[in-house]
């Protein structure tokens, strides 16, 4: 059965709580505004589509496709990424609240994280590779076993990881981070 395919479409104000998503292929779409929270995601694919001050708290996005999305001021709270298609997984976030959602195991190389708020993320095992983080606020974020190479976290603050428990060479951290990097350790870095 195929799936519906919308193509350069513009969706404004639409809350899909109320009136239901329709799964598909979203290609070169754009969502402003719109509200999506604990909606049925699953199975649709979103090809170099931009969400913009969209809801999707809490939406289901098991075998969901993300490629090459753009996120600017989206509310995304408690979502499980670690459930969409990891099949060429790419995405930039700008001024987004993330929080307590789950990018546990992806394959994210080269995203992009700006302004973003990453309260108590599961980045477990993620691959996040050359990815930047700009200005993120990541209190209580988990990182373990996560390939951080070449990733910069210059201009982020709040992180505590573990350089042995995770993969960091060629990392970008700022001196004011560095107690970040010692927590284990129990020393005071004044």
Excluded: W
């Excluded at 969502?31 to 090809?47: D, G, R």
């Excluded at 670690?82 to 394959?107: M, P, Q, R, W, Y």
């Amino acid at each position: 059965m195929n799936k519906p395919y919308f193509f350069e479409e513009t969706y404004t104000g639409i809350d899909f709580s109320k009136d239901p998503f329709e799964t598909g292929d979203y290609e070169l779409c754009r969502f402003v505004n719109c509200q999506f929270p604990k909606s049925e995601l699953s199975e649709s694919s979103f090809i170099e589509c931009r969400f913009e001050g969209c809801d999707l708290s809490m939406a289901k996005l098991y075998g969901t496709a993300i490629r090459d999305c753009v996120f600017s001021e989206c509310k995304l709270i408690g979502l499980q990424f670690d459930t969409c298609n990891d099949f060429s997984f790419s995405a930039e976030f700008h001024s987004c609240n993330l929080n307590l959602s789950s990018i546990f195991g992806v394959k994210l190389h080269n995203a992009t994280f700006i302004d973003c708020s990453l309260q108590e993320v599961d980045f477990t095992q993620a691959d996040l590779k050359e990815t930047h983080f700009e200005n993120c606020d990541l209190t209580k974020a988990t990182f373990s076993a996560t390939s951080l190479q070449k990733a910069d976290l210059s201009t982020s603050y709040n992180y505590s990881i573990d350089p042995e428990m995770n993969t960091i060479e060629g990392a970008k951290f700022s001196l004011q981070g560095l107690p970040g990097l010692l927590d284990k350790y129990g020393i005071v870095v004044t």
